[in-house]
T-cell receptor
Framework: QKEVEQDPGPLSVPEGAIVSLNCTYSNSAFQYFMWYRQYSRKGPELLMYTYSSGNKEDGRFTAQVDKSSKYISLFIRDSQPSDSATYLC???????????FGSGTRLSIRP | GAVVSQHPSRVICKSGTSVKIECRSLDFQATTMFWYRQFPKQSLMLMATSNEGSKATYEQGVEKDKFLINHASLTLSTLTVTSAHPEDSSFYICSPALADAQDTQYFGPGTRLTVL
């Protein structure tokens, strides 16, 4: 079983729709959870990171963590064509410095 | 976010040659450098971790004699792919970081290596 599981997509939604991206993880020792956005042929950029269960908002983006079910989500409101990218969830544990990434979900926002 | 540069951004080489990729953190001193590899439509896979002035720690399955990492300073690290083969063709991404700080790990723009 992979440490972080993510549906690779692709996911295509119309502009303005709410997007829901999800990941599950297997190791309860994970403490930090991150979402990265990666445009084609570019390095990933950190969108959000969360530590505790619950929601964290930043503009149109909301990250949600449910540690009881080992489920993490990213919601994008009022989606724009510029949001079209691959979104990677990741975990980072306090006992190790390395980040473990999910496989990434390719998202396309149709104008 | 921090500025990270990689050079070259793209390289095509013949099988058997060696390729050096440079990674520079331009506005902060990276105590730790991570090197990742990403195959098409796949996620980033950590290859190795290095701390400035120390030998790199390689992930399982990554040949340390094939992927030479040098982290001689806090702003520069290099990855050398020795005797490259077509299966080494991939997108290589560096990630300088301040130790154990998940919000200060930044990623370079990547280097696309194609081995013919």
């Amino acid at each position: 079983q992979k440490e972080v599981e993510q549906d690779p997509g692709p996911l295509s939604v119309p502009e303005g729709a709410i997007v829901s991206l999800n990941c599950t993880y297997s190791n309860s020792a994970f403490q930090y959870f991150m979402w990265y956005r990666q445009y084609s042929r570019k390095g990933p950029e950190l969108l959000m990171y969360t530590y505790s269960s619950g929601n964290k908002e930043d503009g149109r983006f909301t990250a949600q963590v449910d540690k009881s079910s080992k489920y993490i989500s990213l919601f994008i409101r009022d989606s724009q064509p510029s949001d079209s990218a691959t979104y990677l969830c990741a975990r980072w544990g306090s006992s190790a410095s390395k980040i473990i990434f999910g496989s990434g979900t390719r998202l396309s926002i149709r104008p | 976010g921090a500025v990270v540069s990689q050079h070259p951004s793209r390289v095509i080489c013949k099988s058997g040659t060696s390729v050096k990729i440079e990674c520079r953190s331009l506005d902060f001193q990276a105590t730790t450098m991570f090197w990742y590899r990403q195959f098409p439509k796949q996620s980033l896979m950590l290859m190795a971790t290095s701390n400035e002035g120390s030998k790199a720690t390689y992930e399982q399955g990554v040949e340390k004699d094939k992927f030479l990492i040098n982290h001689a300073s806090l702003t520069l690290s290099t990855l050398t792919v020795t005797s490259a083969h077509p299966e080494d063709s991939s997108f290589y991404i560096c990630s300088p970081a301040l130790a154990d700080a998940q919000d200060t790990q930044y990623f370079g723009p990547g280097t696309r290596l194609t081995v013919l």
